[in-house]
């Protein structure tokens, strides 16, 4: 499958006259339906009243008031809302980048390779191949050990449905369906995944003998937690047929579904030497820079098969990282929106602070006359800002509320506890919106009565 890097490195992106005159449009949308309503307004104005509360001092009425008050704390609102949003997010990727994914992906190298056709199209010959080939890359220098799986781990293998035997027929047709791994003895050794009870497979394991399956610790929680899962049989239906009965042989430790995601779900582990494919992917546990063997993995599959190419030559920690890079590009980008909001919200409360402490300078000047202190006045207007920012963030917290459920379905029921997030948060919308209020109040505090009353 594509990952995003691939997938959005695809897209050629360039500044063309498209994007220009997209942008043009929209700006000037956007100009005139900033501007419609203050002309609305403008033109139902009675002029005689309108004049009366200029010459009072007033900011224009109290509807423009109302209307420019409602814009500054929904500009707050969203701020709160995005810096919320985008904190819970990073939170989110942050336990999903540290989560334990059942199996150690240090020290790993892996390859991806598919048998011809036509040289490999019976089982017998695939598993003679992989018979020969696996001697030989554990003869490379600094290989510890070596196996194929039909799927790499935590990277969203298929899966079949399944009977369990002794069950009612009727009953494993509900729900019954697990992810489908077809893995080589040295399996669990090589990607570090745990035994938990039984015997993992053998070179025993063959197609002559009685098929032989292992189940994980999450298949046994949801279908055969009445009982000791070892002995019981299954089998599954496999390209619309269904297979011989299998013996549950071992339970192993939960692997994640996806690297990206929480998820564990129920996995059946299959012996290749009883179900070849011909498409597989290698896994070499290293005890060096697994990278630095990547040549000589080509060399050693080529000693066996010279026509045999290998696709995808990389460490496991290479192979997650690709799965997990659209992440950080989320995070930067609502981080990016969420600053923005930030920014022109503070602007806006700056803006509207200023613009009535020019209209109310009257107003000032009067108290100021009547015995009014400069702290009081600049204390006056503060209030008047910081009310708009703590209005504004308890919209934006009541809206922000469901997030930490919202992004923890986006990773499979992930609990995040992002309570600090509320409380960090508005407090910096707080601080910011004082050094914006700051300004306008310091200089509101600064007018002289005598020429505020004169110039009125």
Avoid at 337 to 349: D, E, H, K
């Amino acid at each position: 499958s594509m990952t995003f890097n691939e997938a959005f490195s695809a897209v050629t992106i360039s500044l063309d006259s498209n994007v220009l005159i997209f942008a043009a449009v929209t700006s000037l949308i956007s100009a005139a339906l900033c501007g419609l309503a203050p002309s609305l307004k403008a033109s139902r104005t009675d002029i005689t009243s309108n004049l009366k509360d200029e010459s009072h001092g007033s900011s224009g009425g109290r509807s423009h008031s109302r209307l420019r008050t409602i814009m500054v704390t929904g500009q707050v609102a969203v701020a709160l809302f995005l810096l919320v949003g985008t904190g819970i997010l990073f939170r989110g990727i942050f336990l999903i980048e540290h989560q334990n994914l059942g199996f150690r992906s240090d020290h790993l190298l892996t390859a991806n390779a598919t048998l011809d056709a036509i040289r490999y199209k019976d089982p017998e010959q695939q598993t003679a191949f992989i018979k020969n080939l696996l001697p030989v890359i554990q003869k490379i220098a600094d290989a510890e050990s070596v196996a194929v799986t039909s799927d790499l781990p935590a990277t969203g293998p298929g899966s079949v449905s399944f009977q369990i035997k002794g069950q009612p027929e009727s009953a494993t047709k509900q729900d019954r369906n697990a992810l489908d791994i077809i893995i080589t003895p040295d399996y669990l050794r090589t990607a570090r995944v745990t035994l938990l009870r039984g015997r993992t497979f053998t070179d025993f394991d063959t197609a002559t003998k009685p098929r032989v399956v292992m189940v994980n610790e999450e298949f046994v929680r949801r279908y055969l937690s009445d009982g000791d899962p070892l002995g019981k049989q299954i089998r599954m239906e496999i390209h619309g047929t269904m297979s011989d009965w299998s013996e549950i042989i071992g339970v192993t430790g939960n692997v994640k579904t996806f690297s990206e995601t929480t998820l564990d779900d129920p996995q059946i582990y299959e012996a290749y030497m009883q179900r070849p494919v011909s498409s597989f992917s290698l896994m070499v546990r290293t005890t060096s820079e697994p990278n630095l063997l990547g040549p000589n993995l080509r060399k050693a599959v080529s000693q066996v098969d010279a026509d045999l190419p290998l696709a995808r030559v990389m460490s496991m920690t290479g192979v997650i990282d690709r799965q997990k890079a659209g992440n950080p590009f989320f995070v930067r980008t609502l981080g990016t929106f969420a600053v923005l909001a930030l920014l022109l919200a503070s602007v806006g409360i700056y803006g509207l602070i200023a613009y009535t402490v020019d209209q109310r300078k009257r107003e000032i000047g009067i108290r100021m006359a009547l015995g009014a202190r400069r702290s009081d006045v600049r204390r006056m207007i503060l209030i008047q800002g910081l009310k708009l920012a703590i209005i504004g963030s308890a919209i934006g917290l009541v809206l922000a509320l469901p997030l930490p459920k919202v992004f923890g379905a986006l990773f499979y029921d992930l609990q995040i506890r992002a309570a600090w997030f509320y409380i960090i948060v508005p407090v910096t919308i707080l601080a910011v919106s004082l050094v914006a209020v700051y300004v306008p109040a310091r200089r509101a505090a600064q007018v002289e009565p005598n020429t505020a009353l004169r110039n009125e």
